[in-house]
């Protein structure tokens, strides 16, 4: 059973606005997550640098939740009073990023949704929040890895620990590759119309192309039942149609506007998203090992986070101008 049913931040918008652009900034982070329904297999949530439509979790049914909630970065979304209660309880500081990254670690694999997978069949991502001071750092270490990868090396990056500006690389050896004989061609009649993948081989066929050394587990990646690599090629490949399901409109001509031939920037894309999922297969035993400690060991109850809160009215009046702007907000966890 989770131990802590608690909201860490303070909402966002349900529909793009001013309020979602002016908070954008290079140190921005949105944290994405499903609010309608529950995550039922892969990480439970996801991370970008990019500013992130609703859907941006998995195609339908999702929330975004900004790391600040200024473009400078000096004003988090983290509640105060969650900050507070966090230094209290371990006699040390920590930082709205450390919480974010704490979340990340714990809850953006497939441990996560496999472990609590009774619990989130109620809509609403809860997390165990440690009351150990190693274990939380812990976590906000590795929970920065996770976030760095999930923005491609444009969020957390500190080359001195490992995590260089840039799109992430997988040790010699491991890395997926594109030889000359597998070069993807560029021309209109041979713009790829499928993506599949031989398992004996390695091999990630694109079209007449195909990159080499690609494990099953990166292949068979997903977010909630969406395959990561298909649903990445269902943007780029020869029939990008979508199917119109019920009552919405007509997609908008301006999806056929695409090249006609295939890219050499979308096969440089690929490999960088190869690299990034192999590095995040790569850390699913060491959050999952952590999760378990995790669960194991002491927690802070959810009744005392929300004691903390209650007393302090920790959310400050420009939040609560924002909220009567909007009516419709979400809340991570709660």
């Known amino acids: 059973m989770l131990q802590l049913y608690q909201r ?7 529909r793009p606005n001013p309020t979602l652009w002016h908070a954008h900034s290079a140190q921005q982070v949105y944290l ?28 339908r049914g999702g929330r975004a939740f900004p790391l600040w ?41 497939p441990g996560y949704t496999a472990r609590f997978a009774g619990d989130l069949k109620q809509p ?27 923005t491609f090396g444009e969020r957390f990056a500190a080359a001195g620990e490992g995590r260089p500006v ?9 890395r997926p590759n594109n ?10 009649d041979a713009m790829p119309e499928e993506i599949s993948y031989n398992a004996a081989a390695r091999r990630l066929h694109v079209g007449a192309g195909y990159i080499d050394n690609v494990s099953p587990e990166v292949w068979a990646y997903e977010v909630s039942g969406k395959q990561v690599l298909t649903q990445w090629f269902s943007y780029r490949g020869r029939d990008r149609s979508r199917p119109i399901i019920g009552d919405r409109r007509p997609p908008s001509p301006l999806g056929d ?15 960088n998203v190869l690299h990034v999922l192999g590095r995040l297969v790569a850390l699913e035993p060491k959050q999952a090992d952590l999760l378990a400690r995790i669960c194991a060991g002491p927690t802070i109850p959810a009744d005392d986070l929300k004691a903390a809160i209650a007393a302090t009215g920790s959310i400050a009046p420009r939040r609560k101008a924002a909220r009567r702007r909007n009516q419709k907000q979400a809340e991570l966890l709660g």
């Open 8 to 14: 860490f931040f303070s909402g966002l918008l349900n």
């Open 32 to 59: 994405t997550a499903l609010s309608r329904s529950s995550p039922n297999s892969g990480p439970g949530l996801t991370f970008t640098g990019c500013i992130p439509d609703l859907d941006h979790y998995h195609g």
């Open 69 to 109: 909630d200024d473009a400078a970065g000096t004003e988090s979304s983290v509640q105060p009073a969650l900050l507070a209660k966090l230094n209290e309880t371990y006699g040390a500081s920590v930082s709205a990023e450390d919480v974010m990254a704490y979340i990340a670690a714990i809850a953006a694999h």
């Open 124 to 150: 609403g991502l809860r997390m165990p929040l440690t009351a150990n001071l190693a274990l939380f750092a812990e976590a906000a270490k590795l929970g920065r890895e996770v976030i760095w990868l999930h």
């Open 166 to 174: 840039g799109p992430p690389r997988l040790p010699e050896g491991s």
């Open 179 to 188: 030889p000359a004989g597998g070069a993807i061609p560029s021309s209109a």
């Open 257 to 271: 506007i695409q090249p006609a031939g295939w890219l050499a920037e979308y096969t440089t894309e690929l490999l």
